[in-house]
Structure formats: structure tokens, C-alpha cells
């Protein structure tokens, strides 16, 4: 079994984590929609990593986003 969430950032942007019930091996595997995976001692410490992980991906790309139109609105005025 497991559980998916949904972060949003502050300009709206959505993205979802899943986290997984403890397996054999005793530790709680999660994953995000932006492919990053791994695995935790808890559940809570599964979900903390998965936050993480896409908190700093979304960043990662809305500044590259702002980046990219900041080039495109500066070479139009030259």
C-alpha cells in the first residue's frame, strides 16, 4: 500500500510524491513524479526526504524558467 501527496509551489506549480508502507527489508521507499527515489527508517522520514528533493527540483527549475525568459525579454530589447 501507499500514500501519494502533492506539493505546490509558490508560483502554483504542482508536483506529487508517493511513499510506500514498510517493506521486507523494513524501510518505507518513496518516489516523486520528477523520478527521484530512495528509502527511509520511517515513514515520516520517507516523506521529509521526498519533500525535499522536490522542493529543490521545483526550484531548480523555475529559476531556470525565469532565467530563460529574462534572455528571451533581454534580447528582444537590444
Known sequence: MSQSFTVIDVRGNQAQYTVSDKDYHNEF??????????????????????????????????RSEEASSVANYSQRWR
Open 29 to 62: 521507499r518513496w518516489s516523486t513524479d520528477h523520478g527521484d527515489h530512495g528509502t527511509a527508517s520511517s515513514f515520516e522520514e520517507a516523506q521529509a526526504r521526498a519533500r525535499t528533493v522536490l522542493k529543490y527540483s521545483m526550484t531548480a527549475k523555475r
